[in-house]
């Protein structure tokens, strides 16, 4: 007995040795280069990941090795534009894996756009999403609730300073544009059905910013690492945490307390959204007609609100945290005062189309130097792309990984000059045909069919509360701006010292 113990550990150990000989030297992406232990596991990925930097880490990688790099035993990792199109662009074979997993509840069984793996379904999903309520054509309708979400968060700011010295007064911002990406997102989304506005000064909202970061960071570990999903979502963790999501009354709260309420009144009761006075995303898909191809039923209404709530909200905070900081900055005075004489002669409402061209270029500046989604999107070669990586002298296995991340591409001194480190506006700056050229190489709302459907309206959002902001008082950053790169980018601070204009109301 003893004897065959040792025989069947013998042969363990020769398997596993004979399996690491093979990702090794014999594995069809041996020949790329990468770091070490990415050869042989996802580990270094994930811990990466967890440490809040692999998008540095990324971009070291492919400074050290080139445009090609193994990230991960199957997964190689892409710096240039074009790999990029071809990854992310109309390729119809290279398609989402079962890495989107998390975009899919346990239980649930409708996906979502962001989840849905199959190119043919996505495109019937994003004509029932986007004609409805999120087209060019139909953004403008929410305009007048950012407005009311752009007061709220300008009366936060002036609540939250301490006593003003010499008329300056100093603010964090991160936490208030936070609290206003996820209020204004909310009503935009579901009206007044929810709670009353803004919701973050409910009772129910609990912690539900900070949940919200969690959930996102927690659902790309799990699919970088799916042992460590297993474990966090067993009973005995989910026991022990169960208590973050209830009040003293015992009361949902947080993000839980918001996905019940969504559920009950998507599922239960949709009439009450659709009779909501204000324009709303929910209520425009529920709206069309019955025998519509573009109606969504119930539960894909359900399943695409909550995709919403933690796609947007996070991304923009993040894209607007950067945007003031840098306005801040020495370099961003200038723009400032720029901005603030556009606005002065430009129309009230605004569209992504005519948001002014200087502002354009400070919002699509910073999204290309700070990334707000740092963290690469994976696709999966199938059948028939085998060869569409333009890069690649040799065809990929079907089954390899591959991905480009947005900020490595932002960064690339290949795409943007040696400037690429630089924070400078001006580049965006320029006539049309360049302002053409400059988007073909934009990659922050990503590219191709599955690029950032909600675009037009994270634009508006965004320009409407940076007009908002330094048309009131002029700012000046203070320390620097640093942050974690989770499903997106976050910032817990970003102090700004804020000097009210005399022409501010």
Known sequence: MASLIVVIAQLAVLAFASHLVYLCYLHPLASYPGPFWARFTNLWRFF?????ELHLSEEQLHQ??????RVAPNWLSFSSLE????????????EKGDFYAFGRSPGQHEGSIFSTKSDAIHRQKKRKVLGPALSSSKVGRYEPVIEEHVAILLARLAESQPPAVRGIATANVAPLISRFTLDTMLEILFGSTIASNPYTDSAAAGAICSQLRKISKAAWSYSLWPMYGWLMNSWVINSLLRNRFYNKDCVQTGMAGLAAAVQRVIMRDPQHVIQSPKPGIVKSWLQVPVGDVN????????????????????SMAAALTAIVYHLGSEEGQVW???IRREAAVSSQSITAATIPLELQAVIKETMRFHGVFPTAFPRVIMAGAEGVIPSLSMPLPVGTTVSANTYVLGRSREIWGDDADQWTPKRWVGDAEHRRQMETKFVAFSKGPRGCIGKDLAMIIMAK????LILQWQIRSMGSLRGKSWLEMQYDECWLELRRLSTAS
């Open 336 to 338: 400032q005062d720029k």
């Open 465 to 468: 509360a940076v007009m908002g």
């Open 295 to 314: 109606r969504m039923r119930q539960p894909e209404v359900l399943a695409e609100a909550m995709n919403m709530v933690f796609a947007g909200p996070g």
């Open 83 to 94: 790999d990029f199109d071809a990854i992310y662009g109309f390729n119809k074979s290279v």
């Open 64 to 69: 050290k090795y080139g445009p090609v790099v």
């Open 48 to 52: 990466t990941f967890m440490s809040g």
